[in-house]
């Protein structure tokens, strides 16, 4: 397998050597790629249909441009292996993402409810999954473990230090994940709030004695933009009230579907099944489920007896009486 250059939309090249395009080219990566990063906000913006998949590269790609920027004006700051950790915690972060990303992140929906950090865990600690087996082969079991301790915050594994700085970039309030989707959401929603410069916010961030970042005063105008943007994004796009409205309505359908099938009114699909029935669910099991799934499912619900679960299926389906007010 050779070294790749992924085109992206935001970002434009983003590099990938031949080992991390092992990860992922496997199954469980690419399901992302079925995974709608803003659920329902194609509702009120069409174009509002990107992914998991994009988000997740940019994600990678960011930590990376991070990476570069610190030991550029605190030389060796990260070591290579640590800087490779660092950028596949940021590339496989949304990894456990159930079907319509956080919406359906909720036992009303599962009946093997856990997170999506629980459920990322589970499809790459396990042996049974591509992305696991690959990730092992890449990685090795010491490096792996390090993996995890990174991406759950400790201060050390195995008696060598992980600085708070390395899980800042994946997760705070000024990470690579924020700052790649209101990036992205933003380009693909239309909406016209200003941005910010995600170049600059990076060329701003340094690492203090404890281990912390902290801004140059120099760019704090740049993270000014950031957290407006931010607000902007949350108010506009994010709390919408029809994209919020939808994201009740299809929670709604799904409980309803589930309540009808443990009744024996409704057939379910075997991932449906999985997913609103099964109280044992496994990484494979919940590996193959995505959007799709619910989305074939819309027109027979929508023609169904039981009003309740019609009513939901055909407002998503018509996008008509909305209780807009």
């Not at 701003?204 to 994004?233: C, D, Q």
Request: proline share 3%; hydrophobic share 40%.
């Amino acid at each position: 397998m050779r070294d790749r250059v992924i085109r992206d939309e935001i970002h434009k090249d983003i590099l990938v050597p031949a080992n991390h395009a092992k990860i992922i080219d496997t199954r469980e990566f690419q399901r992302l790629r079925s995974i709608q990063q803003l659920s329902t906000c194609e509702y009120v913006f069409p174009a509002a249909n990107h992914n998991r998949f994009s988000h997740s590269l940019g994600a990678y790609h960011l930590a990376g441009m991070l990476i570069s920027s610190l030991n550029d004006v605190q030389p060796n700051l990260v070591t290579d292996e640590d800087s490779e950790l660092i950028q596949l915690a940021a590339l496989l972060h949304d990894i456990g993402h159930p079907p319509f990303s956080h919406l359906l992140e909720t036992p009303e929906v599962f009946a093997t409810y856990h997170s999506h950090e629980h459920w990322g865990r589970v499809l790459l600690e396990s042996k049974d999954t591509e992305v696991g087996t690959a990730l092992l082969e890449v990685l090795g079991q010491q490096r792996r473990d390090r993996l995890f301790a990174l991406m759950d915050g400790a201060s050390e594994h195995e008696g060598i230090t992980i600085p708070p700085f390395m899980k800042e970039i994946v997760s705070s309030q000024l990470d690579v994940d924020r700052m790649d989707y209101m990036v992205r959401d933003q380009a693909n929603t239309g909406a016209q709030i200003g941005g910010f410069d995600i170049a600059r916010v990076i060329r701003a961030l340094r690492v203090n004695e404890e281990g912390h970042f902290y801004v140059k005063s120099w760019g704090l105008p740049a993270i000014e933009a950031y957290l407006v943007t931010r607000y902007h994004m949350y108010h506009q796009v994010y709390f919408h009230k029809v994209n919020m409205l939808t994201q009740n309505y299809l929670v709604r359908m799904l409980s309803r579907a589930r309540t009808l099938a443990q009744d024996g009114i409704l057939k379910l699909s075997t991932p449906l099944e999985n997913m609103l029935l099964n109280e044992s669910l496994n990484a494979q099991g919940y590996a193959a489920l995505n959007d799709a799934h619910i989305r074939v499912a819309l027109p027979e619900w929508a023609e169904h007896d039981d009003q309740i679960l019609a009513h939901y299926a055909m407002r998503l389906l018509s996008r008509r009486d909305f209780h807009k007010s």
